[in-house]
């Protein structure tokens, strides 16, 4: 990581972000979430050269290799109701796929905040919340063109969707640019947030099998619901799943 590209974007974070560069942790969000709890303030923004459990949702690893891609996570005190803090998954999805769409990609979002490109995985983001804090963690490929076998028929990176990438500070600094704004819809503003969310949401119309906590579930994806739901069309009705493990699609 050439540190001083990070450090000097990072000067022009808006207010209150801040970068903290590290060589290697065991996971950017555990990183981050034992300083939340030694006092670290909202905006800190810690990112890894290496991550050696790197952590996914659904308790996968995520084992990109940071130097040429991104894998950091930003640590948020939100004044919001901790009850409104799920919403934060959304947020920072859009944010991500509209910090692509600065570059000319058309990003799709795959609920609840995968990113898509042309079909295929580019990002994830894995929330957690403690018991005054949350933990947003982002991992974007940039620079991977090859995957593990487990992931080579869904994953994708920028360079491989537009040839030369744009900087990872670069990158960096748009995300943070846009997660400011968008962090900030998830209170009254929702409504708006998911608007943008129904926009670009690769599910709708889609036939799917979910697996959810009471079991598999399918049906066709109408949209968002408004408090970001997923409403799914089934024999019974419109069945709205606010928490699904895994979405498959199973036909286009
Ligand atoms: C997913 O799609 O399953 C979520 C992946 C989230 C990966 C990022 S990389 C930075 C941060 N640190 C982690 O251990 N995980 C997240």
């Known amino acids: 990581m050439r540190k001083e ?3 000097s974007v990072a000067a022009n974070f808006p207010d209150p ?14 990183e981050l979430q034992q300083l939340a709890k030694d006092g670290a303030p909202h905006g800190w923004v810690l990112l890894a050269d290496e991550q050696t459990s790197g952590r996914g949702r659904r308790g996968n690893s995520w084992c990109a290799p940071g130097r040429e891609n991104l894998t950091f996570s930003i640590l948020l005190r939100p004044n919001e109701a901790k009850v409104l803090w799920s919403r934060l998954a959304l947020a920072s999805g859009l944010a991500l796929a509209e910090s692509l769409e ?39 490929n940039v620079h991977t063109t090859e995957f593990p076998p487990e992931i080579a028929a869904s994953a994708t990176s920028l360079a491989l969707a537009m040839g030369e990438p744009p900087s ?5 600094a748009t995300i943070i640019r846009r997660l400011a704004i968008r962090l900030r819809g ?4 929702f409504p708006k947030l998911i608007q943008a969310v129904n926009q670009r949401c690769v599910l709708s119309g889609k036939r799917v099998v979910l697996q ?14 408004v408090g970001g739901e997923l409403l799914l069309e089934t024999r019974g009705g419109i069945m709205p799943l606010i ?10």
């Open 168 to 172: 990872r500070p670069e990158l960096l």
């Open 5 to 7: 590209d990070f450090q």
């Open 186 to 189: 998830i209170g009254a503003e």
């Open 102 to 140: 600065n570059f000319g990609l058309q990003a799709g979002i795959k609920w609840p905040n995968d990113i898509w490109l042309n079909g295929l995985k580019v990002a994830g983001i894995l929330v957690e919340a403690g018991a005054d804090f949350a933990i947003v963690g982002i991992g974007l």
């Open 17 to 30: 972000f801040r970068l903290i560069l590290r060589d290697s942790v065991a996971s950017t969000n555990d």
């Open 243 to 252: 928490q699904a493990d895994e979405v498959r699609i199973v036909e286009p």
């Open 212 to 225: 959810t906590a009471k079991g598999p579930q399918s049906g066709i994806v109408r949209q968002l619901g």
